[in-house]
């Protein structure tokens, strides 16, 4: 992200939390959030305004999305964002994998569709299309 989308980032924040723009401030967003996407730290934002989680050992019990992030805060976000996609892109792969091994060894063993649905319904109406089946339907 250039400079100039992240100086409007930043602004719109402290629009948003009713703050005044700090040159410090904006040279601390520029240096830990320039490297990442314009998206991620929009979106990243975005999850902050929306939080509604106590601050911790804040007496006015008001919510952290009430409060005007730091750089780290969003760092932090953006961080667990792709994480989070990268685990369930890991988690996706390995269920697909689960589902073509499942499905191998029931054809090699001739399972029938009532023995699948009673013992293994979490594979029902998984069952891989593949070049063989798709010639003989």
């Known amino acids: 992200m ?11 924040a402290s629009a ?12 601390s967003w520029k240096a ?14 975005e999850a902050w305004w929306n ?13 952290r999305g009430a409060t005007m992030p730091t750089p780290a805060d969003l760092k ?7 994480d ?11 269920r697909r994998r689960q589902i073509e091994e499942f499905w191998r060894i029931a054809d090699e063993r001739g399972f029938t569709e009532q ?9 029902i109406d998984t069952r891989p299309a593949t070049a063989d089946r798709e010639k003989v339907a």
């Open 51 to 63: 939080d509604t989680e106590p601050i911790q050992g804040s007496l006015l019990a008001k919510p």
């Open 84 to 94: 989070q996609a990268y685990q369930a892109s890991a988690a996706a792969q390995e």
């Open 16 to 27: 948003a939390a009713g703050r005044q723009m700090d040159p410090a401030a904006s040279a």
């Open 2 to 12: 250039n400079e100039k989308q992240l100086l409007g980032i930043y602004k719109s």
């Open 32 to 45: 830990v959030l320039e490297r990442f996407p314009k998206d991620e730290v929009t979106a990243a934002l």
């Open 76 to 82: 932090a976000r953006v961080l667990k964002a792709r």
């Open 115 to 123: 023995e699948i649905r009673e013992k293994w319904p979490s594979y």
